[in-house]
Every structure is written in C-alpha cells, then in structure tokens.
C-alpha cells in the first residue's frame, strides 16, 4: 500500500496509523499525527486504519525559543 | 494621529506598499505587541516589529544574558553579559526606533499573572524555551481571545503558525499536551544553529504586522516547518480538533495551570531525523 509520509510517497504494510508508527520507528510520545488534515489523537493511533493513498504527517516536538 | 516629516521617511518603504499606505502604518502605531521571552525568538520579533513602527511592544523575560545567548539572540551585545534581558533589549529598541514604546517586565509568565500581562496587548508572541510556558501561552490566548503567533526551534529545524483562537487550530489542537519528561530535548541540551531562531522570528513578527494590518492570509490552520539542512519548508495543513482539550466540544482545560517542567535530562534521541 501506497500512503504520502511528510509529503513522500512511501510503501508501507500497515493496517492502523500506529502500525505506521512502528514501521517507520518513531515513539508516539514524540509526534503529533495527521491523517489526512485531522489530527489523530495519541490514544486513537491504533484504532485508526490507514488506506491506500493516504496522507500521513509527522510532526515532532519542537519546545526551543530561547 | 498624524506622522511627521521623519516619520513619513523612516516609514516611507512601508507607506509606498498599496497593503500599507500611511493608513496601514498608522494601525502599525497604534498596535500593541506582547512578546513573551526577549530570547533567540523575541530578538528577531522585537527587532522587526521597532523598526516597523509598532506603537508597544511589551517583552517579558526573568533572564539576565549569558554568553552563550549571544550566538542568536541579536537583541543582546557583548557588554550586556549579566545584564536583565528586558533592559537590554529595551535600549536596542530605542537606539533602532525611539517612536516604539517599549513595556518591560523583568517576571516569570505564569498562570496567576498571564492574564494580566497579555490583556491590554492585541497580539502575543511565542519565544519561550520550554513546553509547559508553550502550553501557558496557547491556553491564556485561548482564554483571552489574543491572536497568537506561536513558534518552536530546535537544533536545524523550526516551527511557526498562527493562531486565532476560536477561529483556527491552536497548539492543544495539534499536541494535547507536553511530551513526557526527559524525551525531547531543549536547545540548551541538543544545540540550536542561531540562525534557525531568527528565521522563526522574522516569519513571527511578519505574521503579527499581517495580522494587525488584515492584509494577506495567515498562517492559520497551517503549520510551517522549516529545515535547515535542506533549506525547505513543510506545509502541514490542518483545522481545529473536536477533540482539543482546550477548544474542543468538551474541553477538560477550563482554567489556566502550569504543566510540570519538564526533566532537564534527555532519555532518547529516538526517530528525530525522520522527514
């Protein structure tokens, strides 16, 4: 299956958001996640299915400023 | 209101754009800025809004500069080591445009005076280093009803967007809430090139004079990340969350509250380079 990933076509073999997660290693701690413009919450990642031709966004924690 | 002579030459960059006009600037003058933290972020902020013509820009930092600060935070020169930031920046500010009114306020930003800080300004800015001061900031706007320009850096990368709050996504739309301690490092601990922060900053301080004029479209229910190691920029489109705890359908933050600090004490460098 086909899904975008930050804006890149990938190919992953993944049944929910949180099994794209896994596959591409990232803690769900650490990320924000976007389905397809709605934010997945963290406690949704693994009920929420991932389809062929979707937009996946990861957006990592980014606290500084100072 | 009327400009002087001076003023209609130092503004007259501005005042020749059909966006602006004298009738822009004059809103410009009469705008009041909160900027929250006179750091790596606020300098740039601080910086562009003065020479704009900002009538208050108000700045709050608890902090003295240290040396290591001056690799990005351009707001402070070498003979303002150990100096209050506030103080320092208020002298730049003045040296670059004495029209600006500058409010300094030598505090910690916190629940119990957030409030009170941000109430007489139009527009709040985000340049504070830790998540909990981040979610304080989105959840007072929130409260207030204060546009916010939120922003975040970190090692080569940097983030910026828009807040309207009601209107667009805010921060808890997007993070519920900070990260566990000890699992996303800080500047302090993971490095910052200087120049991400002034990137961030002058994108900040454009989305405010964007906001206070009512030209153009903001960076609203679009987030702006920025790389620069690849020198690219990431539109993430997004809307408010139904589900956010602070604007949602059924929020469970109903008051302002400090999260925990986090831990100084980095566990994990984890899956940061993915992108």
Known sequence: MQITINGKPEEVQADTVMDVLKQKDIDPHMVAVELNTQIVERDRLPTTKVQDGDKVEFLFYMGGGA | ?275
């Open chain 2, 1 to 275: 209101m009327s400009f002087t002579e001076e003023q209609i030459t130092r503004y007259s960059r501005h005042i020749l754009l059909p966006e602006v006009g004298g009738k822009g600037q004059k809103k410009i003058a009469q705008a009041k800025v909160f900027v929250v933290g006179a750091g790596g972020l606020g300098s740039p902020v601080a910086l562009y809004l003065a020479a704009a013509g900002i009538g208050t820009i108000g700045l709050i930092d608890s902090d003295v500069v240290d040396l290591s600060n001056l690799q990005r935070q351009v707001l402070h020169h070498t003979p303002d080591v150990g100096r209050s930031k506030v103080q320092s920046a208020k002298e730049k500010i003045f040296l670059l445009n004495p029209d600006v009114n500058v409010e300094t306020y030598e505090d910690r930003f916190t629940a119990s005076n957030a409030m009170n800080y941000i109430a007489p300004y139009d527009v709040v800015i985000d340049g504070v280093d830790t998540f909990p001061a981040k979610f304080l900031i989105n959840d007072a706007c929130y409260f207030a009803g204060k546009p916010l320009v939120h922003g975040g850096i970190l090692r080569f990368e940097g983030r910026v967007f828009s807040i309207v709050p009601g209107q667009s996504a805010c921060y808890r739309c997007i993070f519920q809430q900070p990260p566990p301690p000890g699992l996303v490092p800080s500047c302090q601990e993971a490095g910052i090139i200087g120049v991400v922060a002034g990137i961030i900053g002058t994108i900040q301080a454009t989305e405010a004079l964007k906001l206070i004029l009512g030209i153009g479209d903001p960076l609203t229910d679009r987030i702006l990340d920025f790389d620069a190691r690849k020198t690219a920029f990431r539109e993430i489109r997004t809307k408010r969350n139904p589900r956010c705890p602070l604007c949602g359908n059924h929020p469970d933050v109903t008051e302002l509250f400090e999260h925990e600090q986090e831990a100084c004490q980095l566990q994990a460098p984890g899956a940061l380079g993915i992108s």
